[in-house]
């Protein structure tokens, strides 16, 4: 593969990957005025990171036959973002 080419690969895969960051509820957090308990309190969505798996599973799931590379290629493209990226 052309370094060019694999260079534009990885930069697209890594824009997925890194791209995915959960969009936290933009509602305020709120008490339950009629409980009145710290139990009550809410928080709205929590961000949790996803583990190299679910990197991994979401960077091969974009994948499709349309693409230049073979899934094979796809696959190590996606490993090497993930590792060079820390992720």
């Keep these: ?11 697209i895969a890594a824009g997925l990957l890194l791209g995915t960051a959960a969009i936290a509820d933009p509602a305020p ?11 009550s309190i809410t928080t709205g969505s929590v961000y949790v990171e996803p583990t190299a798996d679910q990197r991994m599973a979401d960077c091969m799931a974009i994948w499709d036959k349309g693409t230049h590379m073979t899934k094979q290629q796809w696959r190590r493209t996606c490993q090497t973002t993930l590792r060079e990226f820390g992720k």
Aim: avoid cysteine; aromatic fraction near 0%.
């Design 29 to 39: 957090a709120t008490t339950d005025e009629a409980a009145g308990s710290p139990d």
């Design 1 to 11: 593969m052309h370094s060019i080419a694999k260079t534009i690969s990885i930069s």
